[in-house]
């Protein structure tokens, strides 16, 4: 606007009034023509706050809506990530049950049966191992995604990497040796017993123990932020949260735990 005013002699063949030649030149015309003019001040005025507000409106709900987004794949994430690591978990405290067992038993049949029900399951948590592993790769997928998102809220960012990284750690322990069947094996029980290595299986439950709360605990944080601007706390959410008082109490007292010895 600036420019075609300063070039307007060069660009239609005259100058542009200044204010004082302006308002003489308002003063100078007919009422009728001054309504005209006024009536379009206002529809062009009125066109651009409605343009404004709609834009303003639109860019709101865009956000809201990208929000939600984000905070809905976190929890369906985690929460798919939560299962693998539970599934694991028992897998692993199943396969030293079963080692205890089958070494202290006398009973030939038994050892048998407990050997061959582990051996079932190891294709099993043999995909949910890699699946774990593949997660745990995929999780830095959200930093690229929504990057602007999570750096312009307090605290998502910093959950979310804490998060992360007990993925990672979980993850990095998942590589224990499964025991598998081979045909015609003259003798599965030793098979069995030959393949565990009960220090790898202790690993991963310790890791598992010192991150689940982590893993639960910061992706739930960073989509209750995220769902805050759109579900405002209120008196019942405080009302419902004061019942809760001892469980909040042990929930902060084993992240606190758990932050302590990561």
Request: charged fraction near 20%; glycine fraction near 4%; proline fraction near 3%.
């Amino acid at each position: 606007m600036f420019v075609i005013r300063y070039n307007s002699e060069f660009l239609f063949g005259y100058p542009a009034y200044s204010f004082d030649e302006l308002m003489v030149w308002l003063y100078a015309l007919t009422d009728e023509m001054k309504i005209a003019i006024v009536s379009s001040l206002v529809t062009v005025v009125g066109f651009l706050v409605a343009y404004a507000s709609a834009t303003s409106n639109w860019r709101s709900q865009m956000l809201a809506n990208v929000k939600l987004q984000a905070s809905g794949e976190l929890n369906a994430f985690f929460t798919e990530v939560g299962s693998l690591v539970t599934d694991c978990e028992i897998y692993a405290s199943g396969v030293l049950d079963t080692s205890d067992k089958v070494r202290k038993s006398k009973n030939k049949q038994e050892k048998l049966f407990l050997v061959s029900y582990q051996n079932g399951k190891s294709h099993e948590i043999d995909l949910k191992r890699k699946r774990l592993v593949a997660m745990s790769i995929e999780v830095h997928q959200f930093t690229g995604k929504y990057a602007n998102l999570f750096l312009s809220m307090p605290w998502i960012q910093s959950n979310f990497d804490v998060a992360a990284k007990a993925l990672n750690d979980v993850a990095s322990k998942t590589w224990f040796s499964i025991p598998y069947a081979y045909p015609d094996d003259p003798d599965p029980v030793t098979t069995f017993l030959k393949q565990i290595d009960e220090q790898q299986l202790d690993n991963f439950k310790s890791s598992v123990a010192k991150n689940r709360i982590l893993l639960s605990f910061y992706p739930g944080s960073a989509g209750g932020q995220l769902q805050s601007g759109i579900v405002p706390f209120n008196s019942i959410s405080l009302f419902n949260l004061s019942r809760r008082v001892k469980e909040m109490y042990v929930t902060f007292e084993e992240l606190r735990k758990a932050k302590h010895d990561s």
